[in-house]
């Protein structure tokens, strides 16, 4: 059909109308898509410090005042002073946007984690980290609703995270400041003042026993050689305080070195909170005076902010960890053991927490040619066990493992108690009661020796080889008495034996053993103390004896199965009434288990008859390393505060009123 030219002019218009109609009709329709589950959550979780792009939340809270993000990273002042000075808005969505958008212009400002060494924070970016903080305290504690009424939403984790990250950040501007004052001889919680705010620290629950030197965030470390890292999450920054660790090298001249018989952890747990001064949303705003409080998670669970139970966030695997990769035991102790520069000389005691009067003590004692890794897993997992964590504190030592047995015994036994009456004079605290020993290998006979009592047995077996009288009897006794007289820890309840020769190894007198036996050589300290008693005992040597040649032995000598000592030692009766636990291992399972070991030591050594539980575990000798038998410690472990019970103690203190 044909359209005539005045038709078609007349028809434009109107197909101009239609097509208008079609395509704001077309603008206007909502159209759906499949969104996979990962998109949904990571699009629903995803923020400003997960994926560097502000969160769902945050972006349509400035589409609802006509802003977005590119906007506001062109001009984040005008952005932040638009969200600031509008009222339509709620408290927490306004206030939760204003955070995320200062951690967004703190990060800006900040240098990178491995340039901040050389590129100090600014104060403009240790502003922004303050302001973000101060939105997020106030979206949390005066926008209307409480923490726990927003206990399961997505928004308050975020915003917690925003605080404890730019407390996290402040922390270490605070940290060098006050470090700085302390070494100018100013006290260490002196305020801390900035181009506009002014930041007031308290430090004293961490008990420091020295200036700091460095204070780590918890989260920037990880750690290989440890299975688990434990934490809690919570409210506030995870760090880790580090300090000068003892000075425990032997004088070279092998004269008596001033080393400390004890120190408490130089690498402490610490959690950091920022708290904004004012009691209601505007003074929270308006301040520029911050508290920075500094607690030990291990002692404080909870605090009170403004009328709320807060749980406190806390590690407490990053110190330990950082004062194992920091010890350089691995090197000492074998340095030690074969006689080398730079070992040590006597026992030392760790404690792996700050002192608590109301926890009990784990003693851990570890073996040959060991040190304190021996324990890595097994004090970590105690540590990290919240049930356990409550009610124990851990000490460990460190002592040279190529000394006699019957010398570290006694140095460790007088370790022990001179550590508990410096924290403990009365001995009256819950701390100095019913007390755990766990040894591992000659950690073990030492465990067991420390509760046992000697009585005159291994005195009597000494006198009836020589002819000891007058002048040369008083020498002697005058060193040796102390080491063969001796009586069991009062305050032991339970003792845990862990590969332990008991009865010595046939190993040790192997070839293998006695080419060891003669790398092993002692410090100079101990032939120095001892060589005139064993001229004198050579002296005295009864007609009937077999002649020998004697000298001082060393451990290795010590845990040969026919060494007299270890022979007479590991007869002694166990204290009465206490209760002892076998960890034994099994190094081939298809083996009868009476004639089985775990490579160095035999099932008959470590047996014992009595225990009131043995576990034989498939593994070598480093058994005490397995998942196995760390379920096992702490197996028995929680069946001992059944049955101790556990009335007498508090458990880990909360609601800590604020400093």
Known sequence: MAVYPGVRRRMLPLLAVALSLLLSSGCAMVTMKQVAPTDYLASKRGDVLTSGKLSAASQETLSVIGLDEDLCAKDVVTCQKTLEDT??????????????????????????????????MSDAALDAWLEAARYAYAYLFFSGRTPSERAFEDRQTQVRDYYNYAAEQTAAVVFKRARESALDGEDYNAPVAGERWTLTSDFD??????????MVSASSVSFAGLRSTYRRDGFGAELVVVMDPPKLIAAADGSKAEVPQYSEMS????????????????????????????????????IDLHGEKVPLAGNFTAAYGMWLAQSGFATQSL??????????????????????????????????????????????????????????QVWQVYYPTNAPIALNRFEINEAFNNTLRHFDPTGSSPASKNMVFIGHSMGGVLARLLVTSSGEVLWDQLLANYELKGERLKRVEAKLGPLLHFNAEPNVERAIFIAAPHKGTDIAGNRLGRLIGRLVRLPITILGKFDDVFQTLQQSERQS?????????????????????????????IMPGLKYHSIIAQRKPEIPLAQSDDGLVPYWSAHLDGAVSEKVITSGHSVQETPQAVLEIRRILREDLKEVGDSHLPVERGAAPLR
Do not use: C
């Open 87 to 120: 009222a339509v808005l709620p408290e927490e969505q306004r206030l939760s946007a204003l955070s995320e958008l200062w951690v967004k212009t703190a990060l800006g400002l900040s240098p990178k984690p491995k340039d901040r060494d050389k590129h100090p």
């Open 205 to 214: 629950e961490l008990r420091m026993s020295s200036i700091p030197t460095s």
């Open 267 to 302: 690498a402490i747990n610490a959690t950091a909170l920022l708290r904004f001064k004012g009691d209601t949303l505007q003074q929270v705003l308006d301040t520029t005076q911050v508290l920075f409080d500094v607690y030990s998670p291990e002692s404080t669970e909870s």
């Open 335 to 392: 340095r030690t053991l074969f006689g080398l520069s730079e070992g040590i000389a006597e026992p030392h005691m760790y404690l792996m927490q700050p002192w608590d009067p109301n926890r009990r003590i784990i003693f851990m004692l570890h073996g040959l040619g060991s040190s304190p890794e021996a324990w890595v897993n097994v004090a970590n997992e105690i540590m990290g066990d919240p049930e356990l964590r409550r009610h124990f």
């Open 545 to 573: 004896a077999q002649p020998t040649k004697l000298q001082i032995p060393n451990s290795i000598d010590n845990l040969k199965a026919s060494d007299p000592f270890v022979k007479a030692a590991g007869a002694l009766p």
